[in-house]
């Protein structure tokens, strides 16, 4: 078993809070989960299940989950969800560290929870897309240290209590030193934490990547199906387009997260099919399900993240004095997301691509 430097507290039981804190979980680590009484409900029934596209499964049992329908106070040692059992041992001790995994709009209310509960100085490793969601929770939670984090993998919910990883990327963080101590729990957990000095180039380049996913929502396809559609790819090089040159503006050079370096990807989308399928062969090995979770958002009904994706853009671009036109379509189209597909060209005429 590893030793941690502590219990870690999973804050929104999701697809990403699910996976690190179950992958956590499963290398040693106590782990605390914090999610809404329907998730909370199916993991206490089933047990928490952990797929991923190398066919690995984990499976922790429901008598191993401490589940927690409310941020529990330092001290408390139960579980409200774990049969009374405490299970992973944390003893009710404080959180050492605590992953923040909500969608950007139940940002400012999760952290501020956690500051209402957690002792000053908890570090709150944000595993969140977009640039500002850091900063939203050190606003809300200003006695905590909130860090900057990257997930660049995907994470679906499969069934019920089980959640499936669909495609390959790394797990990054700004460096601090308070996460000096939990990279042997991360890499025992097979995720590796990648620490930068400076993580805002890795976010965006992050960010670049995730222009796809307003895109893959609209089309209603698989996320390799969608990316194997020119006229797809071609809308998702645009918002890129827009995004590179809002960043130029503002001298900032995002860092390469995919297989190409951010300033070829436009390029690199736009080609025909036949070509894109050999130069994008490592990016394309993914699951034929996965989808993105602003997909899934939108055959919800629920609230998307486009306003931390596009509409970071946008906020970048007008600050320079641009225009990112495409991206303001999508922040418009997205942010009251109602059902019904579009095909690439339907896109790209909407866009006048
Ligand atoms: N999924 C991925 O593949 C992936 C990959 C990279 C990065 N990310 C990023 O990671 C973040 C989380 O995404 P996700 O896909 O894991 O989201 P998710 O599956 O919706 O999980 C978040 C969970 O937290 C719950 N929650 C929100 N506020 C809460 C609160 N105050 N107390 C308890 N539970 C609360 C949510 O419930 P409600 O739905 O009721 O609010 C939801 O069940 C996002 O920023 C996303 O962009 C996701």
Do not use: Y
């Not at 900063?135 to 995907?154: D, E, T």
């Not at 700004?174 to 400076?198: I, M, S, V």
């Not at 436009?266 to 997909?295: C, E, K, N, V, Y």
């Amino acid at each position: 078993m590893i030793r941690a430097p502590g219990p870690a507290l999973v804050m929104g039981a999701g697809a990403v809070g699910c996976w690190v804190g179950g992958r956590l979980q499963d290398a040693g680590v106590p782990v605390q989960f914090v999610g809404r009484p329907s998730v909370l409900q199916e993991l206490r029934l089933l047990g928490l299940t952990l797929t991923d596209l190398d066919d690995r499964r984990t499976h922790l049992p429901p008598e191993s989950l401490q589940l927690h329908a409310e941020v529990p106070e330092a001290g408390r040692s139960s579980g409200e969800g774990s049969g009374g059992a405490s299970g992973g041992g944390s003893g009710g001790s404080p959180p050492a560290l605590v992953l923040l995994c909500v969608k950007s709009g139940s940002t400012a209310e999760a952290a501020a929870l956690l500051g209402l509960h957690l002792p000053a100085g908890t570090p709150v490793l944000s595993l969140q897309n977009g640039i500002g969601n850091p900063a939203i929770a050190a606003a809300a939670a200003p006695a905590l240290l909130v860090i900057p984090g990257m997930v660049g993998f995907n994470v679906v919910r499969a069934s019920p209590g089980h959640w499936h990883r669909g495609t390959w990327g790394e797990l990054a963080a700004q460096a601090h030193a308070a996460l000096q101590d939990w990279l042997p729990a991360f890499a025992a957990a097979g995720l590796p934490l990648a620490l930068h000095a400076d993580l805002r180039p890795v976010q965006w380049g992050k960010l670049l990547l995730n222009l796809n996913n307003p895109v893959n929502a609209l089309s209603g396809l698989p996320l390799k199906r969608q990316l194997l559609d020119r006229d797809l790819r071609i809308v998702m090089a645009a918002l890129i387009d827009e995004a590179l040159a809002a960043l130029a503006a503002h001298g900032i050079e995002p860092a390469q997260v995919a297989a190409l370096p951010p300033r070829r990807m436009p390029t690199g989308l736009r080609l025909p099919t036949w070509l894109f399928r050999i130069a994008a062969r490592a990016s394309l090995r993914m699951d034929d399900q996965a989808r993105t979770s602003m997909a899934e958002d939108v055959a919800r009904g629920r609230p998307t993240e486009i306003d931390a994706l596009c509409g970071e853009v946008v906020r970048l671009a007008h600050a320079a004095g641009q225009r990112a036109p495409c991206n303001e379509w999508m922040l418009a189209r997205l942010s009251r997301p109602s059902p019904g597909q579009m095909s690439g060209r339907e896109m790209r005429a909407a866009l006048g691509l």
